[in-house]
């Protein structure tokens, strides 16, 4: 049955081609009005008039122009976006998540936005899972913009790239041809893509490098990850669910592992089937988890 009201939390994964929603009861539960928005609107608008469009216009043009200009200086920083953008500066640090950006960021007391932003066809055309987004109003300044710029310059450049999961101690870098390179060095014994084998355990000790933002234990031991499946041309499959359809990392966590997965090598394709049924519990962890999360 389709929902028949639009909001918040309902929504499970947006494209052009559809819409999928969330599974009840979550699509049909978008929210109750937003009263106290709506007060604070009003006062916001009273707010605004005192001070004037065009001076707000002129402040945020202002600091969008010095912030780009100041991120664009650092060599590991690509920027996205038009030059004259409204209020925002969106941006990757290569080699760092924009999720860790953002968490690093927020341990310096800098707040930004990281993430598809609701706009994951935009994000697949200019060819990256997520950005990290600045977003600059009238209640900020040029201090703002040093501390943003002294953030990702100190400590997002300080963070070393994860390693990628290793299948084999072979030292040639990972070949274009897969055929030609991995698969012909396979290691003797287990075949790589079943339990055991080199290609399917680098699959496993890459989801163990991906831990949920608000639980620190990986969604391997954390239970979330209901199979895996690799075939001996590299093609992977993972079978996964959420602890809550409603979690704050409903639509990036899937698109993440298939990132993850899709670096190991000699894997050529990633794909993720996020399910629901059987719903995740607590029991699914292993004793680690429940040991990290003094449940034993």
Not at 66 to 76: E, G, P
Not at 220 to 244: N, P, R, S, W
Not at 248 to 261: G, K, N, Q
Request: aromatic content about 6%.
């Amino acid at each position: 049955m389709p929902p028949y009201q639009g909001g918040g939390s309902m929504i499970d994964r947006v494209t052009f081609a559809k819409t999928t929603y969330a599974p009840p009861p979550g699509r049909f539960e978008a929210g109750t009005p937003h009263i106290v928005g709506a007060l604070g609107l009003a006062a916001a608008i009273d707010y605004v008039e005192g001070i004037g469009l065009a001076a707000i216009h002129a402040h945020e043009t202002a600091l969008v122009r010095d912030a780009r200009a100041a991120l664009s200086s650092l060599n590991s920083v690509r920027l996205f976006g038009p030059e004259d953008s409204a209020g925002i500066v969106s941006f990757a640090v290569e080699g760092v998540h924009p999720h860790d950006v953002g968490t690093i960021l927020d341990e310096g007391r800098v707040a930004i936005r990281a993430g598809h932003h609701c706009a994951q066809p935009l994000m697949e055309a200019l060819g990256v899972d997520a950005t990290a987004r600045a977003s600059f109003a009238v209640y900020n300044g040029p201090q703002d913009i040093e501390a943003l710029v002294k953030g990702v310059e100190r400590e997002v450049d300080a963070v070393e790239t994860p390693p990628r999961a290793r299948v084999d101690d072979a030292a040639e870098p990972r070949q274009r041809d897969y055929l030609s390179g991995f698969l012909q060095q396979k290691p003797q014994g287990d075949a790589p893509g079943e339990p055991g084998g080199a290609l399917y355990e680098g699959v496993i000790d890459a989801l163990k490098e991906i831990y949920d933002p608000e639980i620190p234990v990986n969604i391997y031991d954390l239970g979330l990850i209901y199979g895996v499946e690799v075939t001996a041309e590299g093609q992977a499959v993972v079978t996964m669910t959420l602890t809550t359809p409603h979690c704050p990392v409903a639509e990036s966590m899937p698109a993440e592992v298939e990132m993850r997965v899709a670096a190991v090598p000699g894997i050529a394709f990633a794909d993720v089937n996020l399910v629901w049924d059987p719903p995740w519990d607590p029991q699914k962890m292993s004793d680690e988890a429940k040991l990290e999360l003094g449940m034993l």
